[in-house]
């Protein structure tokens, strides 16, 4: 059995990965599945937090307090030196992300019957695009978490290579793949060469032809969904008295996961207040106040990821807004999704095409498309990939699974 384990520490799902002889990779972390959300709820009335899973449900039920959600987006951005209020004292989102990394350890460590002192972790191909010093930085800061937890030594794999590792271990010849990694913050892609032969093979770099990746997830494509089709019925677009629109920065907090807290402080509901005295369409401004006053923001960004989800199998979905006043249902159609998110695939469209321009390969070379990720089955999304490599095969992975997999097998050689 490996002495280390894999970290997939993720946006909106985080793993923790470990190499057995005939057992499976992932461990059990929590209500007997291997994945844990990447979610942390201080319970006001008790005085003490929860995770995961058990975090969505005492947030839902009701409890007062605080939930904080795509906790990994705050590596690399200025957020990460702050702190944010917790049951009346503040709390430093290092030590927030502290505590949800030490919790993955010690559940691992439950799981396994065994301690980690050493782990190979995850991390996007880019934490921050277009700037090497806030992307080391954010590795820095993750590597000085892991240690603060407990991990003597660590070790940094890029996640999309991680996710060839896993699918590598399921071929019989040999391939050029690409790996499509389309998580909750980041799209991150991978040209490599697989094969049974290649995978005994200790140092890989030669087998790795180009990485790339992009700033864009699903809670960016959460984000466009609800700025498209929730937001105007909270007064998005609406008119002030002086004839200029509401201001758009509450709207793009309210629909970007680890911003919508920023909503709920004295200052900004003041602002509220004042602006709802100059709006022209009062009832959908009241609605978000009221939608504030009652601390549901995140209830709301759930309802829009539900939904997202649904369109990646059907046309259209209806969203039950039972919380605002009134209740109301509102469909989504994919024709409308696809749209609000149109630049960010372009986006996806230009990393993938420099990609494969700086590994120097033709896109009819590439065999398979291996893709993985939460994000991945994203209907739109999936098709613009495949058609930039129309011969190649298209297989899903673990969609949750693949990095954490790939991570174990990757500990096994770093590690032993």
Known sequence: MADACGIDFGTS???????????????????GKATLPSVVFFNADEGNFSYGRAALANYLAGYDGRLMRSLKS???????????????HALPFRELLSKFI?????????????????????????FVDDNPAADKLAEDTLAEIAHAVGFDEIAF??????????????????????????????????LVR????????????????????????????DKYLSLASVMPLLGL????????????????N??????????????????????????????????????VEHRSGHWLAMQVEAGKIALSDAESALLQLDRLSPPQTLEVRREQFDHSIAHLLASVD??????????????????????????????SLRHRIAALVPGAQQVEGDLFGSIGAGLALDAVRKFG
């Open 74 to 88: 705050l590596l690399g951005s200025g957020l990460i030196d702050e702190q944010t209020a917790v049951g009346g």
């Open 254 to 291: 309210l629909a970007t996961w680890h911003t919508i807290n920023l909503l709920y402080t004295p200052r900004t509901r003041t602002q509220l207040r004042d602006v709802a005295r100059e709006v022209v369409e009062r009832d959908k401004f009241a609605t978000l106040l009221r939608l």
């Open 13 to 31: 799902n985080s793993t923790v990965g470990w190499s057995r002889p005939g057992q499976p990779a992932l461990l059990t972390l929590e209500d």
């Open 237 to 252: 677009g609406s008119k002030l008295n002086n004839g200029s629109e509401v201001p758009s920065g509450y709207y793009f």
């Open 157 to 190: 794999q890029y996640e999309p290579i991680a996710a060839a590792f896993d699918y590598e271990s399921t071929i019989e010849r040999e391939q050029l793949v690409l790996v499509a990694d389309i998580g909750g913050g980041t799209s991150d892609f991978t």
């Open 194 to 221: 697989l094969s049974p032969e290649r995978a005994r093979k200790l140092d890989r770099r030669e087998d790795i032809l180009a990485t790339g990746g992009v700033h864009i997830g699903g809670t960016d494509f």
């Open 350 to 379: 230009k990393t993938v095409n420099s990609l494969l321009r700086d590994a120097g390969v033709a896109a009819d070379s590439v065999d398979s498309v291996f893709f993985t990720g939460g994000s991945s089955g994203i209907h």
């Open 102 to 126: 030490g919790e993955l350890k010690a559940r691992g460590e439950r799981a396994a019957g065994r301690g980690f002192n050493r782990a190979v972790f995850g991390r996007p191909v880019f």
